[in-house]
């Protein structure tokens, strides 16, 4: 089925938000990279169940935040890139 939290990390790396400060690190060939995160995400901040069309660069950007405020607990994570915390996401664009 749909796992709205591997999507919401799909769209966390695809985002500009993510292209100007890399904390999903894209290139790493990590098989199911995406799963990983999202299970992480999923276990720490589950309040994304309902992503849709309508919400979702709104939930990307809290997402990408969540994490880049939390990264000691992400560090882990295959792809995991650092990102300095006055970095954060305004615009999703």
Request: aromatic share 12%; glycine share 2%.
């Amino acid at each position: 089925g749909n796992d709205n939290y591997r999507s919401l990390i799909k769209l966390i790396e695809d985002s500009n938000c993510n292209k100007k400060h890399v904390l999903i690190d894209t290139d790493n060939t990590t098989p199911y990279l995406e799963f990983y995160w999202a299970d992480r995400l999923r276990n720490l901040h589950n309040v994304y169940d309902n992503l849709d069309a309508t919400n979702a660069s709104t939930y990307a950007i809290d997402a990408y935040n969540y994490i880049v405020k939390q990264q000691s607990l992400f560090k882990d994570l295959p792809g995991f890139d650092p990102v300095k915390l006055s970095n954060l996401c305004t615009n999703f664009n």
